[in-house]
């Protein structure tokens, strides 16, 4: 399912959530913000939109937005500020990404171990993922 949810400056930033999905709708949430940051359909410095309405965008609980948040927060992806709401700030530790992308890769192609996914194949996704975010960079 897409949801078109609106910015505090009136601009439209798609998010797609699964409602069937076994994932948490707040890891979703997450996930599509931090895709929209690494294509640039969310810039540094926009604000999202406000807890109420993102959650009412949705059909979500507002609890559910403002944990998407929070963890956003901790992860260096946004500022929180009471009057402002929650603005895309980006954390830019490039030591500290690349141990957290170490920690998530090592689940990610352990499980592709575990199905017979070749090195070929895991490199040839990951350029394939990669070329995809540097091309919509290049589009904006």
Known sequence: MYITGITKDG???LLQIDFNSDE????????QIIIGIATESIR????????????????IN??????A?????QEGFV???RRKGAIVSLDVD????LDEMRKDLSVVLARGVCKNVSCEEVHQLVDEIFQTFLRSQRDE
């Open 11 to 13: 601009e439209k930033m």
């Open 24 to 31: 948490a709708i707040y890891i979703q949430l997450r996930n």
């Open 44 to 59: 540094e410095g926009d604000p999202l939109p406000s807890v109420r309405q993102m959650a009412d965008n949705i059909g």
């Open 62 to 67: 507002m609890h559910t937005v403002n944990k």
């Open 69 to 73: 948040y929070s963890v956003l927060k």
């Open 79 to 81: 500022k929180l500020d």
């Open 94 to 97: 490039k030591l500290r990404v």
